[in-house]
């Protein structure tokens, strides 16, 4: 259904609204809202920062999909991406991006490297742009978008040829509201505060209330497709496996993954499930979604090669070889000199078989395999397949399995 503003013809409007009320949660999402971190972000940091973000903007960033580095933290798109294209509707804008927008089905407001809690850290650290505040640029881009279409409404022709680009209002109840955060309430204070993972455990339920506290926002400001993902089990993950100080805090497990770190996750994670499933109930006509990212990549990791992928545990693009490819002090797209020599972090010949692109990023590949999961509905709480609610397009997507 492709109808501007105001060109519904009144025979549809009437069918409309006599089973809006029945259909509001069935119906297939036409826009999309993004929060969260790297994990979403496609251009926020980069507007923001201009030529200071430094990796995410060097080769081989953006290589495998876009042929060039595009702002995303992958060697193509992010998992927010293939959603966009499975549902056939553009690439979702970055919130800042003040030239070139498209926001007509939906925006972005994922930024790179913030935490689901609200603390503003030292800009070296990472910036202001925590959940909380992600809701409320929301709140002032609803306010607006609603404000210019009341505006474009009394005007005509030419006048009014930049609502192409504006959010319709129908869609932001109608919207997939997507939200990726957590990964960064581990990493902020394990790699850059120097805390321990004992110190981020006992503290684990204020990254969930965040979560879930924020989500509630998001529903007080009109979302009633919420899909929270969980945080991925960052003990499998290279950067972390090949940081002695982190390693030697854990215990490995018999796949190879650090055990003390998935457990902080996985505490994360039950106590973001129910209280989700609070929420449920609190808001009945809402469809509030746990997507159970930790173990839709926790499979995919151990169980890769029998998935098509040949890597799992070692980044694509790093330096140094070894267990991870991961030399902490070169990272990828960058260069540092290592006892005298200038060492590159570079891209692997193959990024296609590999589930992580740079110690704490998943590939394309990796991606539409997330993607596809949850798109059919695959760990999902409730279960919710936008398989069967629209037709989906899955022609830019990665192989699937064999
Ligand atoms: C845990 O949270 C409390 C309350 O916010 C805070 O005062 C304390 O510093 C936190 N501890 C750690 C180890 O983060
Ligand atoms: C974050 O800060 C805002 C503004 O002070 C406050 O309204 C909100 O409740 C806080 N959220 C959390 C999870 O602490
Ligand atoms: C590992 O931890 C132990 C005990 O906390 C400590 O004595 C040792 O120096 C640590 N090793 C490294 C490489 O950090
Ligand atoms: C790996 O695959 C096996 C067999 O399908 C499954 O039982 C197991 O749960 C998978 N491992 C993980 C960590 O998901
Ligand atoms: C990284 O840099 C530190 C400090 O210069 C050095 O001690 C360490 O050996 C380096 N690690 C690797 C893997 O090169």
Not at 13 to 37: D, H, N, R, T, Y
Not at 122 to 134: C, D, I, K, L, R
Not at 207 to 216: D, F, G, K, L, R
Not at 321 to 330: D, E, F, H, K, R
Request: charged letters at 15%; a neutral charge; glycine letters at 8%.
């Amino acid at each position: 259904m492709e109808f501007g503003y105001g060109q519904i013809g009144g025979m549809t409007l009437v069918m409309l609204s006599c089973c809006w009320a029945a259909l509001a949660k069935e119906e297939c999402p036409q826009a999309i809202f993004a929060f969260g971190a790297s994990m979403s972000d496609t251009g926020n940091s980069e507007a923001a920062f201009p030529y200071q973000s430094v990796a995410q903007s060097n080769p081989p960033y953006g290589n495998t999909f876009f042929g060039r580095p595009a702002n995303r933290f992958s060697d193509g798109r992010v998992v927010l991406d293939f959603f966009a294209q499975a549902l056939k509707i553009p690439l979702l804008s970055p919130y800042l991006q003040s030239v070139g927008y498209d926001f007509s089905h939906g925006a972005n407001f994922a930024f790179a490297g913030v935490t689901t809690q609200n603390i503003t850290y030292p800009a070296t650290v990472t910036a202001p742009f925590y959940y909380w505040v992600q809701t409320k640029q929301f709140q002032l881009f609803k306010e607006r978008t609603l404000a210019l279409w009341t505006i474009a409404s009394s005007r005509k022709g030419a006048q009014r040829s930049y609502v192409k680009l504006l959010t319709k209002p129908k869609h932001f109840q109608t919207a997939l509201y997507f939200t990726t955060f957590g990964a960064n309430d581990f990493i902020v204070p394990l790699f850059r505060l120097g805390l321990s993972i004992q110190q981020v455990q006992s503290n684990v339920s204020i990254i969930s209330n965040a979560m879930v506290q924020n989500t509630e926002e998001l529903y007080n400001q009109g979302a009633r497709t919420l899909m929270v993902f969980n945080v991925p089990p960052l003990g499998c993950y290279p950067a972390f496996l090949a940081s002695p100080r982190i390693r030697n805090m854990s215990t490995v497990d018999p796949h190879g993954c650090l055990a003390t770190v998935n457990e902080a996750v996985e505490t994360t994670n039950s106590l973001i499930r129910s209280g989700l499933k609070d929420l449920r109930s609190k808001h009945p006509d809402a469809t509030i979604i746990y997507a159970d990212l930790y173990t839709i990549l926790k499979d995919l990791i151990v169980n890769g090669t029998s998935y098509g992928f040949k890597e799992t545990f070692k980044a694509c693009c790093g330096a140094g070889g070894g267990a991870y490819n991961l030399n902490p002090n070169v990272s990828c797209g960058l260069s540092a000199l290592v006892n005298g020599q200038l060492i590159q972090g570079t891209s692997c010949s193959d990024p296609g078989s590999y589930v992580n692109w740079d110690g704490v990023h998943v590939t394309d590949a990796a991606a539409s395999f997330i993607a596809r999961a949850v798109l059919q509905g695959k760990h999902t709480e409730p279960v919710y397949k936008l398989t069967e609610l629209c037709r989906l397009s899955f022609e830019q997507f990665s192989p699937s399995p064999p």
